[in-house]
């Protein structure tokens, strides 16, 4: 079946530093999804892409729609204690499938 | 607005033993799905449904039984317990099959 491939596995970084994740896949993607899953808790949405080459903020996040439509990033930038956690990409493959095909995810650990 | 929400949030099951999980969302969502997340293998979707009464496999399927009897509520089964379905089950809505899927708070069930 269709597969992301997401990086990288794990991040530690100091509070401050800007943080870069990506996913990609060997086939079309109709949507991206970046979801944020904290301990004990489900994924929440962070940010929906629907076109390619789609830039979106949402505060101090950052994510795009690769053009290809095989790609798709997310930055965070001047990264606080609170955005610990594991960050997991989602896509809707060409076609209209009603299933997500998600990554792996990316663990982020912020350094006070 | 409750939004997902997830029955027991913990349980323990000897190996054979059977139980099902609930899952009730509010938010008249046709679609539902039940995902089981494992360290290192990320989402991975069981069964889901694009409606009341109907359900469809998913990635890992076996082992498990669904059933879509109301809109609301998604029902999994574990007819008899495996060690190897010791994990995190999250049940996910969403309106369309086109929409980002709105998670619970799983349930951590462990199967000795």
């Known amino acids: 079946g269709q597969q992301l491939n997401q990086s990288p596995q794990s991040m530690f970084i100091q509070e401050g530093e800007d943080v870069s994740m990506n996913c990609t896949s060997s086939?079309?993607?109709?949507?991206w999804l970046w979801y944020k899953q904290e301990p004990g808790e489900g994924p929440v949405l962070l940010i929906a892409?629907?076109?390619?080459?789609e830039l979106t903020s949402n505060g101090r996040l950052t994510a795009q729609f690769g053009i290809t439509r095989k790609d798709s990033f997310l930055n965070i930038s001047a990264s606080i204690p609170s955005d610990v956690g594991i960050y997991f990409c989602?896509?809707?493959?060409?076609?209209?499938?009603?299933?997500?095909?998600f990554g792996k995810g990316t663990k982020l650990t912020v350094n006070p | 607005n409750a939004g997902v929400t997830q029955t027991p949030k913990f349980r323990v099951l000897k190996t054979g033993q059977s139980m099902t999980l609930l899952c009730a969302q509010d938010?008249?969502?046709?679609?539902m799905y039940w995902y089981r997340q494992d360290p290192g293998m990320g989402l991975r979707l069981i069964h889901y449904?694009?409606?009341?009464?109907?359900?469809a496999k998913g990635e890992v399927p076996d082992g498990y039984n669904v059933s879509r009897l109301k809109k609301q509520n998604f029902l999994l089964g574990l007819e008899s317990a495996a060690p190897s379905q010791t994990s995190v089950y999250f049940c996910?809505?969403?309106?369309?099959?086109?929409?980002?899927?709105?998670f619970g708070n799983g349930t951590r069930l462990t199967v000795t």
């Open positions: 996910a809505s969403t309106k369309t099959g086109f929409s980002p899927l709105h």
């Open positions: 086939s079309i993607f109709n949507t």
């Open positions: 892409l629907y076109k390619a080459g």
């Open positions: 989602a896509g809707r493959p060409q076609g209209g499938s009603e299933k997500l095909v």
């Open positions: 938010m008249n969502h046709e679609y």
């Open positions: 449904s694009v409606g009341e009464g109907t359900t």
